[in-house]
Structure formats: C-alpha cells, structure tokens
C-alpha cells in the first residue's frame, strides 16, 4: 500500500555533510507526520528528528543546531540535511511516517534504513 524509500547515506569524513530523503509513495492521503530513527551498533533506536504535517519540528538534543528536518508535501517526501558531522552520528538512519490512506484508515511505516558512517 505505502512504501518509504530513502536515500542520501553513506561516509563523510568528520565535519562534512549529508541530505537524506525519505519519499513515500502508494496510498497516501495525507502525512501526518515524518521522522529519522537512527541505531548505532548496540545501541537502541532513538528518534532523531520528526516533522508534523503543520511542520512543527522536534530534535534529540545531541543533533540541535546541526541537523534540520523538512519536508515537501507535493512530492510526500521528507529530508535530513545533517551538518557538522561527528563520528557519534554513525548509524543506521530510518525513516518512519504515520500516513493516513485513501481509506481513511492510519498507519505506521518504516523505511529500509540508510547507512550514514562518520570517519577520516
């Protein structure tokens, strides 16, 4: 029904940059809200960053001021521009959305999850 793809990881050396994108497609009426998850190996997941539909956003402490969530409704597709880098951002970043459908009904999505490594 809805499919979240994202894109936009890989490595960076400390400092630099990254835009992840996060596009859902399918059945989609409306986005509720979006947001970026990331776990670091051993560790558990944390919400990162997350966008409401009004674009009131919310940040973990430790990516304020570097990181900045927005999104485009006309193409449902939410970004992570990630600035100043630190080797502590390692992880696995995933996207997740509560969409509600064409049915009227709303659910909870995740993308596949995109690798983001911080390293010289």
């Known amino acids: 029904q809805v499919q979240l793809v994202e894109s936009g990881g890989g490595l960076v050396q400390p400092g630099g940059s990254l835009n992840l994108s996060c596009a859902a497609s399918?059945?989609?009426?409306?986005?509720?809200?979006m947001g970026w998850y990331r776990q670091a190996p051993g560790k558990q997941r944390e919400l990162v960053a997350s966008?409401?539909?009004?674009?009131?956003?919310n940040y973990v402490d430790s990516v304020k001021g570097r990181f900045t969530i927005s999104r485009d409704n006309t193409k449902n597709t939410a970004y992570l521009q990630m600035n100043s880098l630190s080797p502590e951002d390692t992880a696995v970043y995933y996207c997740?959305?509560?969409?509600?459908?064409?049915?009227?009904?709303?659910?909870?999505?995740w993308g596949q999850g995109t690798q983001v490594t911080v390293s010289s």
């Open positions: 997740h959305a509560n969409i509600m459908l064409i049915t009227g009904h709303s659910n909870e999505y």
């Open positions: 399918g059945s989609v009426f409306r986005i509720n809200i």
């Open positions: 966008i409401k539909s009004g674009r009131r956003t």
